[in-house]
């Protein structure tokens, strides 16, 4: 039997480190097979890649050349990691995944969400997520709480500017894809947020 794969989506500083490592300790005392790997990353030639994309010092990156570094990565996590663990019947816990790019380059970067789908098409045909979290925090919130960018991340140091403009592209999404991308308060505290992430993954039959 396949497995499923959930990812889990924000903009920075929305605080889906803190839940994912919350959702490993709950998998672990249910005895739930999963795997959890991250993007662009998760296997030795996409951390390469996003040694690439984060480097600060890469600000002369055209935003087409950033879309395809993540496309690129996210096949190789996806032939490396992804596939072979679903195969297994595990469920994929993936810290962020396609919907990223349709946010950041498609909407943000102003690529259009049509290029980022043609570049992903491997991934957006073949491997869909089951469930997408989405921890809904604005980004002046979530930069306020994490007392501001990480100064070392590329994409974080972008301006508030475009990072609105991401939030607004996740929000084009929930929009458009109800079904499978789940909004979730990410604003209180963490456990109750954790929680409502709980019952959004059960409601949808994931756990």
């Given at each position: 039997?396949?497995g ?9 500083g ?7 490592r ?16 991250r993007?662009p ?17 890469n600000?002369g ?32 816990v ?17 690529l ?21 979290v ?6 002046e ?36 894809e ?5 909004r ?5 505290d ?6 409502r ?11």
């Amino acid at each position: 039997m396949r497995g499923k794969l959930i990812s889990f989506e924000g903009c920075e500083g929305s605080g889906k480190s803190t839940k994912l490592r919350m959702l490993e300790g709950y998998l672990q005392e249910h005895n739930i097979p999963y795997l959890y790997t991250r993007e662009p990353g998760g296997n030795p030639i996409s951390e390469r890649i996003r040694s690439i994309i984060l480097n600060p010092e890469n600000t002369g990156m055209t935003p087409a050349c950033e879309a395809l570094l993540y496309a690129a990565a996210r096949v190789q996590l996806l032939h490396d990691v992804i596939e072979p663990a679903l195969a297994q019947g595990k469920l994929v816990v993936c810290d962020r995944y396609v919907d990223s790019s349709l946010a950041y380059q498609g909407e943000a970067r102003g690529l259009g969400q049509d290029f980022v789908r043609s570049v992903n098409a491997y991934a957006f045909e073949n491997y869909l997520p089951d469930c997408t979290v989405f921890l809904d925090i604005t980004p002046e919130q979530a930069f306020a709480r994490k007392h501001g960018a990480d100064e070392n991340d590329r994409m974080e140091r972008e301006g508030l500017a475009f990072h609105n403009k991401v939030y607004q592209g996740y929000l084009k999404i929930a929009q458009s894809e109800p079904g499978r991308f789940i909004r979730v308060d990410a604003v209180g505290d963490k456990q109750q947020t954790f929680l409502r992430v709980l019952n959004a993954l059960q409601a949808h039959g994931i756990l």
